[in-house]
């Protein structure tokens, strides 16, 4: 018997690497007739460098996410996926995407995509992917290319 994804988790930042990792879950989500969770995770430690916390800035990203998180859950709808839910969480998203999120809603398939970092940084910060990949008890889907199995092309700048 093939395997069933039931519930699949996709991280959505607004980056295109997300992009690209919502249409693959999107397209899975609609093969194996599965819910799509959308989670958006606002890491609390970028607002510890800033003097005084601005609660302003909280709110705006809790805006931004929310909208967001709107336009992909219609997205995934019109595509015709038939059960959507969206969160926000707010904390470090490695361990939120990893274990926290997984185990309390069930999920069997986190997709992700895939990061920009260099070594260097992976060495000192370490990639959401990478952490998850390691960690995760479920299926993850590193995404690296489009819904056509394509290098996305790259933006000169």
Same mark, same amino acid.
């Given at each position: ?5 039931? &519930?699949?988790? !996709?991280?959505?930042?607004? %980056?295109?690497?997300?992009? @690209?990792?919502?249409? &693959?879950?999107?397209? +899975?989500?609609?093969? *194996? ?5 959308? !989670?958006?995770? +606002? ?6 460098? /800033?003097? %005084? ?13 929310? $909208?967001? @998180?709107?336009?992909? %859950?219609?997205?995934? &709808?019109? =595509?015709?996926?038939?059960?959507? =839910? ?18 309390? $809603?069930?999920?069997? @398939? ?14 000192? +910060?370490?990639? !959401? %992917?990478?952490? /998850? ?7 993850? @889907? ?6 056509? *199995? &394509? ?7």
């Amino acid at each position: 018997m093939l395997q069933q994804y039931q &519930k699949i988790m !996709v991280a959505v930042d607004g %980056s295109n690497e997300a992009e @690209l990792a919502f249409q &693959k879950a999107v397209n +899975i989500a609609r093969r *194996n007739n599965a819910s799509l969770l959308l !989670v958006h995770v +606002i890491d609390t430690r970028a607002f510890q460098d /800033v003097n %005084s916390f601005d609660s302003m800035l909280a709110e705006q990203a809790t805006d931004l996410a929310k $909208q967001s @998180l709107s336009d992909y %859950s219609e997205n995934a &709808k019109n =595509e015709g996926v038939e059960s959507v =839910e969206t969160t926000i969480e707010y904390g470090s998203p490695k361990i939120i995407i990893a274990k926290q999120i997984p185990e309390d $809603q069930n999920v069997d @398939l986190i997709i992700l995509g895939a990061t920009g970092l260099n070594a260097v940084e992976r060495l000192f +910060i370490g990639s !959401v %992917s990478e952490y /998850v990949t390691r960690n995760a008890l479920c299926d993850v @889907l590193i995404v690296r290319t489009d819904a056509e *199995n &394509k290098q996305p092309e790259i933006e000169e700048g």
